[in-house]
T-cell receptor, first 115, second 115 residues
Framework: DAGITQSPRHKVTETGTPVTLRCHQT?????MYWYRQDPGHGLRLIHY???????DKGEVSDGYSVSRSKTEDFLLTLESATSSQTSVYFC??????????????FGPGTRLTVL | AQSVTQLGSHVSVSEGALVLLRCNYS??????LFWYVQYPNQGLQLLLK??????LVKGINGFEAEFKKSETSFHLTKPSAHMSDAAEYFC?????????????FGKGTHLIIQP
């Protein structure tokens, strides 16, 4: 398994509070991603990073911000959590070479509940 | 822009029967296509990927998929279902080989294996 950890694995918080989720990799891969998984929607890309301090928005980026100060860590922040952000969040990594040998590997996920 | 349609949110087959999970895609460029499997309370694991090298792709656990450009399809099959195949299956598309700019997922198909 790819060396990807996510913390916390479970979190319950209240509406309006800030929340930060962490993704940590030991593979030294260039690309890191945050997805959210919701029933009936599959996985949707929130933000991704193509290097330290280089990030871009995905399909559902509103209400989320990210930071990457080190190759191994990618943080997802909900500045003011809302109930619509209750979801399972997955981090993924890839070498980002853009060739056929590249693959995205997924972490174990973080289940976030916003009350 | 890319999109993926998975026909059937739930598919039920008997143990030992053929498994067929359907995936149709839309892509403005020649696509890279992926099938991932998710077991309960786990992250996603890559089953197989199409990278234009061969239209019939063999993956792990006895699964395979065939790329049909004329039908814009990438259906997943397994000749004989096993109880351990019960899981959620996701088809995904990317314009780049490793999804450096993120994967677009279908909504998923829950595979149920009847004893």
């Amino acid at each position: 398994d790819a060396g990807i950890t996510q913390s916390p694995r479970h979190k319950v918080t209240e509406t309006g509070t800030p929340v930060t989720l962490r993704c940590h990799q030991t593979e030294n891969h260039r690309y890191m991603y945050w997805y959210r998984q919701d029933p009936g929607h599959g996985l949707r890309l929130i933000h991704y990073s193509y290097g330290v301090k280089d990030t871009d928005k995905g399909e559902v980026s509103d209400g989320y911000s990210v930071s990457r100060s080190k190759t191994e860590d990618f943080l997802l922040t909900l500045e003011s959590a809302t109930s619509s952000q209750t979801s399972v969040y997955f981090c993924a990594i890839s070498e980002g070479t853009g060739v056929s040998t590249d693959t995205q590997y997924f972490g174990p996920g973080t289940r976030l509940t916003v009350l | 822009a890319q999109s993926v349609t998975q026909l059937g949110s739930h598919v039920s087959v008997s143990e030992g029967a053929l498994v067929l999970l359907r995936c149709n895609y839309s892509s403005s460029v020649p696509p890279y296509l992926f099938w991932y499997v998710q077991y309960p309370n786990q992250g996603l694991q890559l089953l197989l990927k199409y990278t234009s090298a061969a239209t019939l792709v063999k993956g792990i656990n006895g699964f395979e998929a065939e790329f049909k450009k004329s039908e814009t399809s990438f259906h997943l099959t397994k000749p004989s279902a096993h109880m351990s195949d019960a899981a959620e299956y996701f088809c995904a598309v990317s314009p780049s080989g490793g999804g450096a700019d993120g994967l677009t997922f279908g909504k998923g198909t829950h595979l149920i294996i009847q004893p």
